[in-house]
């Protein structure tokens, strides 16, 4: 059970729009921490999408937004191209215990 | 540019401790902590613990304390994670991951390409 909870799969076909949501807490998302995303293509390490709730890291198109509002946060995909075909991780900070990172469960985008 | 560079697989009986390295390279190593991430097979992310490259820090996920020992090698930019009494849900990849900490933004900026350690007898 992940702490932050995402839908398991989406799908879209190309040249779509998806979106992919993140819902948090009040010690996480809630209490004012960024949602940053990560991808991972299949066999490979993840790769950080968007920081700080919007920003994208030099390389990544602009066509992947990222949003975050109150306890939720939104990733979403223009012109779904078939390399878009990937896990997509949302990772935040929670301030209950003694504080840790947490992710969601990851979702899984198929392009039809 | 920013490298991480982990150790390769392992294999270890249940009972056995396994220790993976993680060598920094293109960035001032003191200046950002080195976090661990695992991925069990087919399951997703889950964080493991981090340490603060200039004061020896640590936090680590409730689920693995007493368990878990994190430590850095300034000299040679290199953090290492212990895991100890492996079990067989510890197989997983375990990536090593750059931190990047300031204020409410606490994200992972690089990461390492993973080691595979498996737990079987």
């Known amino acids: 059970q992940s702490v932050l909870t995402q839908p398991p799969s989406v799908s879209g076909a190309p040249g779509q729009r998806v979106t992919i949501s993140c819902t948090g807490s009040?010690?996480?998302?809630?209490?004012?921490?960024?949602v940053h995303w990560y991808q991972q293509l299949p066999g490979t390490a993840p790769k950080l999408l968007i920081y700080?709730?919007?920003n994208r890291p030099s390389g990544v198109p602009d066509r992947v937004s990222g949003s975050k509002s109150g306890a939720s946060a939104s990733l979403a995909i223009t012109g779904l191209q078939a390399e878009d075909e990937a896990d997509y991780y949302c990772q935040s900070y929670d301030s209950s215990l003694s504080g840790y990172w947490v992710f969601g469960g990851g979702t899984k985008l198929t392009v039809l | 540019q920013v490298q991480l560079v982990q150790s390769g697989a392992e294999v270890k009986k249940p009972g056995a401790s396994v220790k993976v390295s993680c060598k920094a390279s293109?960035?001032?190593?003191?200046?950002?902590?080195i976090s661990w991430v695992r991925q069990a097979p087919g399951q997703g992310l889950e964080w493991v613990g981090w340490i603060s490259s200039h004061n020896d820090n640590t936090k680590n996920a409730q689920k693995l304390q007493g368990r878990v020992i994190m430590t850095i090698d300034t000299s040679t930019s290199t953090a290492y994670m212990e895991l100890r009494s492996l079990r067989s849900d510890d197989t997983a990849v375990y990536y090593c991951a750059r931190v990047w900490f300031s204020g409410y933004d606490r994200h992972f900026d690089y990461w390492g390409q993973g080691t595979l350690v498996t737990v079987a007898s």
């Open positions: 293109g960035y001032t190593f003191s200046t950002y902590g």
């Open positions: 700080g709730n919007s």
């Open positions: 009040s010690s996480n998302i809630g209490a004012g921490y960024d």
